[in-house]
């Protein structure tokens, strides 16, 4: 089944903007998945709705037309979701998508809770550290760690989490501990296949702050995927101080290094798309979220 709402949210927004990329950055996603979608709903109308340049876009009759009726249609929409609203009860399915640390190692607790505190809504998590576009993924809520790339989308700031530097003691016992960052270049350091991220990890070295570039066998495409290879042993890893505090608590895994930590860390946010106005199952779901979550 198509997205044909989304689509028409995404025309609205390219109408709003006057362009495909002032519509990307106010949607938050890229403007290829903006041209992509007015691509298909151009072609399913069979009309073309805007004449684009490089520096400007302006509506057709027919994208004019257009956008009146969709205009229309999309009030009409948030008028039926007051009304089921005046009940107070949040009920429909709700798309979350996550980082999969994030979601295995909070969301995933606590969602039993949320459940039967709602039992009328319907939660279909996915749970993916692939970056994600939340029109083109159908999804009414995505957690992700790391900085915002722009101001024009819905965001709620849940926490915050530092760096560790991190390795089981099996590890530790068989190939020693490091003292200095350069002691790395002896060990082998776990790293990231996925596009965001980098080879390379910060220590504060005599009040400067210095990037050292990492090297070894293994890449993950998840930090779940580092965080169970360094617990079997696998190596050192860098990962969320909130990814692990279990592990660290109970004596999987050891932090290193610690003197040379710049105590960086990454923001953790929520990402909401949709209507101006967040629907009672989103708007319950973020509540909940905040009421709950312990970073």
Same mark, same amino acid.
């Given at each position: ?39 298909? =709903? ?184 580092? *965080? ?23 004596? *999987? ?24 106005? =967040? ?17």
């Amino acid at each position: 089944m198509d997205n044909r709402l989304g689509e028409m949210e995404m025309f609205l927004a390219v109408a709003a903007q006057g362009s495909l990329a002032g519509a990307a950055k106010a949607l938050r996603i890229t403007p290829s998945a903006v041209s992509r979608g007015m691509a298909r =709903l151009e072609a399913r109308l069979g009309v073309q709705l805007a004449t684009r340049t490089t520096r400007a876009l302006a509506l057709t009759p027919e994208g004019q037309a257009y956008h009146a009726r969709v205009s229309g249609l999309m009030a009409e929409i948030d008028a039926i979701e007051q009304s089921f609203d005046r009940d107070r009860v949040p009920r429909g399915p709700l798309r979350v998508n996550a980082s999969v640390p994030f979601g295995t190692h909070f969301l995933i607790p606590i969602l039993p809770a949320y459940l039967r505190a709602h039992p009328a809504v319907t939660v279909d998590l996915t749970l993916s550290d692939a970056l994600v576009e939340l029109v083109e993924e159908r999804a009414d809520i995505a957690i992700r760690v790391g900085p915002l790339r722009d101001a024009g989308i819905k965001a709620l700031k849940l926490g915050r989490s530092t760096m560790a530097v991190v390795a089981s003691p099996d590890y530790l016992a068989a190939a020693g501990t490091p003292r200095h960052p350069r002691d790395l270049d002896d060990h082998v350091c776990l790293r990231f296949n996925f596009r965001r991220s980098i080879d390379s990890w910060p220590f504060r070295i005599e009040g400067a702050v210095v990037q050292r570039t990492m090297d070894g066998p293994f890449l993950g495409n998840s930090g779940e995927a580092v *965080r169970l290879m360094a617990v079997a042993g696998g190596g050192i890893a860098r990962l969320g101080r909130f990814h692990v505090a279990a592990d660290l608590a109970a004596g *999987r895994l050891v932090e290193v290094l610690q003197p040379f930590n710049p105590q960086d860390g990454e923001d953790i946010h929520a990402l909401f798309a949709g209507h101006a106005r =967040l629907a009672l199952r989103v708007r319950s779901f973020v509540d909940f979220l905040k009421e709950n979550l312990i970073l």
